[in-house]
């Protein structure tokens, strides 16, 4: 899923990070007829699941692995119920602290240790413990989970920055494809060369762009990271981003899309009224940077997709993250909620989702030559795309979910739109995002 569904406009790839479940059983008010606390007559426990829906595909493939886990627990009932994304976590909150909320719930990830700072959260140390370990998990997620030796949610998956691009576009200009092994990803200087060479003009006006997405944040912090920057101190009690290195990221970036132009911004797209992975299957984008999870509408668009890792300053490096699937504190079911918690984080469930280009595996034995055997699928993943197995296994933790404070998203996001269509300068721009930050993570 979307790791950022609730964050911000900038930081969200469309989507990470979402009305309400409602009606029947413990968590959502009055129990109907034939229920009573959630158990009906014939001793079967229903759980209320709440999610954010990114796209009819994903809401298909959480209902196919929902009929899976209740055939293999006829004692349990699971009613999904599939939101909006707007306002996810503000609502969900507000459900949690009125006593209405779903027993379980998809949790963005950069909202986790907000909620669990509530104690709406349902403990799951024990029951976690006992069925599985966080070595189970690869680093990012492991760390995302883990708030001081605690677990309060299960890492659904991961997802990760990646490059996708038009064969036939590079085909046409005769520009080499960029290399899905992130041993020998494209330097920065190479990729622009490309995306020079890609863009094409008729009289004034741009008919096809070389590249888009990196000025969206969640993008734009990979890069960072890639450059041998930072965004918080190493304790993540501060913001530590106004350095040299996040700042020949961010003008790279902007000399990409102004000076070369070579970029479209996001209102250009919605002025033309087409979403990325439209420009991208139509040829007016070659490349795209986008979260892994969008191969799954990809792969259906009929068009030849490809994918490589990001381009590099220093090292290849991209981040991961994910949802995390949670519990609510009050829930009447807990040894319920945990079964649906555990099976929506398992192999089984996995597989499934990552056979269609949703996700990425989050357990190291889906990395193993075994592992990777039980869900590669040659007509989803393109081809080359098994080059990139140790760029998802090793990514970095996504930075923003070892934080709680939000506010904070919301300062990028006012910040970075002033560098992209205000003017303000990229040292200016760092600078108030480190100095606003930091007085919201003194708080």
């Known amino acids: 899923m979307r790791k950022l569904q609730t964050v911000s406009t900038v930081l969200l790839c469309s989507v990470f990070t979402a009305a309400c479940s409602g009606g029947g059983g413990p968590a959502g008010g009055p129990a109907s007829a034939g229920e009573k606390g959630g158990e009906t007559a014939g001793g079967v426990v229903t759980l209320k699941f709440m999610g954010w829906e990114a796209s009819p595909l994903e809401t298909k ?83 995302i989970m883990d708030i001081g030796g605690k677990i309060y949610g299960v890492s659904s998956c991961t997802v990760s920055p990646v490059l996708y691009y038009n064969k036939a576009v590079f085909d046409k200009a005769k520009v080499p494809y960029p290399p899905s092994d992130p041993a020998k990803a494209w330097t920065w200087e190479e990729f622009l060369d490309a995306a020079k060479k890609l863009t094409v003009k008729e009289g004034d006006k741009v008919v096809q762009y070389g590249a888009f997405g990196l000025e969206n944040f969640y993008m734009t912090s990979a890069e960072i990271l890639s450059n041998g920057g930072q965004l918080f101190s190493s304790d993540v009690s501060k913001m530590a981003i106004n350095t040299p290195e996040a700042q020949q ?21 919605e002025s033309i009224g087409m979403k990325a992975n439209q420009m991208l299957q139509t040829g007016k984008v070659a490349m795209a940077v986008d979260g892994s999870w969008a191969l799954q509408e990809l792969a259906t668009m009929g068009f030849p997709v490809g994918v490589a890792a990001l381009p590099k300053f ?11 699937h949670a519990a609510a504190a009050k829930t009447k079911h807990p040894k319920e909620a945990w079964e649906l918690v555990k099976f929506l984080s398992s192999e089984e469930y996995q597989i499934d989702n990552i056979k269609e280009g949703l996700w990425m595996p989050n357990r190291k034995s889906l990395y193993t030559e075994e592992g990777v055997k039980k869900w590669y699928n040659a007509s989803v993943h393109p081809e080359g795309f098994q080059s990139l197995v140790p760029y998802f296994k090793e990514a970095r933790a996504f930075p923003f979910p070892l934080i709680t404070q939000n506010k904070v998203n919301d300062i990028i996001t006012e910040e970075t739109d002033k560098l992209w269509y205000s003017g ?16 919201e993570l003194a708080k």
Do not use: C, W
Not at 111 to 138: C, E, G, H, P
């Open 61 to 143: 493939s959480v209902k196919k692995g929902l009929d899976a886990f209740m055939a293999k627990h006829p004692n349990i009932k699971v009613e999904y119920q599939p939101v909006p994304n707007t306002q996810y976590s503000q609502k969900l909150l507000t459900m949690l602290a009125g006593g209405a909320a779903p027993d379980v719930f998809f949790l963005g990830s950069t909202d986790y240790r907000a909620f669990q700072k509530r104690d709406v959260l349902l403990d799951l140390t024990s029951m976690f413990k006992a069925d599985m370990s966080l070595d189970d998990f690869i680093p990012s997620s492991a760390q």
């Open 249 to 269: 990221v961010l003008q790279s970036i902007y000399d990409l899309r102004v000076k070369e132009g070579a970029a479209p911004t996001a209102k250009t797209l």
């Open 314 to 324: 220093k090292e290849a490096v991209t981040h991961g993250q994910a949802h995390v």
């Open 424 to 439: 303000q300068s990229v040292a200016d721009t760092l600078k108030n995002i480190e100095s606003r930050s930091n007085v």
